[in-house]
């Protein structure tokens, strides 16, 4: 390692593992304050994340640093707060707006790679490696298996892909090449829709011929390209993806599907049987306290019982339309930026200052409505 390359990772201090992961941590640069990740990787990947350093992508981490270091490849990448796809599916479902806008993010993200002399191909889309932002950013962040496809080999020398995911030729049927990522991009787009693989359900309505196309078994079958996936997507999606799809634009993906019918309430939407449990309680125990409170007037007497209930109904409004603010119910809370801000602190005061509201509110309406019968 040179002195120029030791120095720079003298720059970072380390603060941790990341999600306990010993090959990959977070760090502080000590001069600019900014906070990173450093990955130790196999030297076999200098190439590709040099590639990433010197030709950015949006949909993909900054690359700040890319060193040797003996037998291991020394990576400083971009730090980035949100959840992976697989951890938002735990908490709901997409809508097949969002999922197609992710797809049209990542056909961009992957093109220059694609397009590269030779080409670099991921090999490894699925939804741990797919980061949805807190500010709606679609982020590719794994390329630890990519490999960069060489003209004229039968197939890869070492077959690697995760179960499920992985196109044929990545099991010894052929070379990987770009179509190898657009099979993966398929079963993705169907596991976004059905939170199940092709092979046990296909995805139903506008998106399932483009499923079934990505994931042919001849890579002759499928798009050739991504551009040709995107064009795809982008006709089925002309109707929601709006303005933000043109021209390259860097689409942004709400929190909260937009297209979530009403009737799905919070606890609901994943249909999961244990948040549905869990949700019938809570709303059990805000109907049993609510409708049980004892309320006085100003001398100290129990209110009429016309009146103590319409009190009871206004507090127990109040406390329910906080839960769905809380949880984003068809993405109200995204119209305020306090509650989506990266500190969790300012999040939870937010929460706690939108309880007030709430409850001044439902007050407010009682003393209106006790001014107007009296």
Request: glycine share 10%; net charge positive; hydrophobic share 40%.
């Given at each position: 390692m040179r002195l120029s390359e030791e120095y720079c990772l003298s720059e970072y201090q380390e603060l941790g593992s990341l999600n306990g992961?010993?090959?990959?941590?977070?760090?502080?640069?000590?001069?600019?304050?900014?906070?990173?990740?450093?990955?130790h990787l196999t030297p076999e990947l200098l190439d590709i994340y040099t590639f990433l350093k010197n030709h950015p992508n949006p949909y993909i981490p900054k690359i700040y640093e890319c060193i040797c270091e003996g037998h291991e490849l020394i990576v400083i990448e971009e730090y980035f707060t949100g959840k992976n796809l697989e951890e938002v599916l735990r908490e709901r479902e997409f809508s097949f707006g969002e999922a197609g806008r992710i797809l049209v993010d990542l056909c961009r993200g992957l093109r220059p790679l694609h397009e590269a002399e030779p080409p670099i191909i991921c090999r490894d889309l699925k939804t741990e490696n797919v980061i949805l932002t807190n500010e709606g950013d679609v982020k590719l962040i794994d390329f630890d298996i990519a490999?960069?496809?060489?003209?004229?080999?039968?197939?890869?020398?070492?077959?690697?892909?995760?179960?499920?995911?992985?196109?044929?030729?990545?099991?010894?049927?052929?070379?990987?090449?770009?179509?190898?990522?657009i099979y993966g991009m398929g079963v993705l787009l169907n596991y976004l829709l059905t939170h199940t693989f092709p092979s046990e359900k296909m995805a139903v309505g506008r998106m399932e011929p483009i499923i079934r196309k990505c994931i042919k078994l001849n890579p002759e079958d499928r798009y050739q390209s991504v551009d040709e996936l995107e064009n795809e997507l982008q006709n089925e999606l002309k109707d929601v993806l709006g303005e933000n799809s043109e021209n390259g634009r860097k689409t942004q993906i709400p929190v909260q599907t937009e297209n979530e019918p009403f009737y799905k309430?919070?606890?609901?939407?994943?249909?999961?049987?244990?948040?549905?449990?869990?949700?019938?309680?809570?709303?059990?125990?805000?109907?049993?306290?609510?409708?049980?409170?004892e309320i006085m007037d100003a001398n100290g007497q129990l209110l009429p019982l016309s009146r103590l209930m319409f009190e009871r109904f206004m507090v127990w409004l109040s406390q329910i339309l906080w839960v769905f603010f809380v949880c984003d119910y068809r993405g109200i809370r995204q119209k305020i930026p306090v509650v989506n801000h990266k500190m969790r602190i300012v999040r939870l005061m937010g929460y706690i200052v939108a309880e007030f509201i709430f409850l001044f509110g439902a007050a407010v309406v009682c003393v209106f409505v006790e001014t107007f019968l009296s």
């Open positions: 992961n010993e090959k990959v941590h977070i760090v502080r640069n000590r001069i600019n304050g900014l906070i990173c990740v450093r990955k490999r960069i496809y060489q003209p004229g080999k039968v197939k890869d020398t070492v077959m690697m892909g995760t179960e499920g995911y992985a196109a044929p030729e990545q099991f010894g049927f052929g070379q990987t090449d770009a179509r190898t990522d309430i919070p606890g609901f939407r994943s249909r999961k049987f244990w948040k549905m449990c869990v949700a019938v309680i809570g709303y059990v125990l805000i109907t049993t306290i609510c409708f049980s409170m």
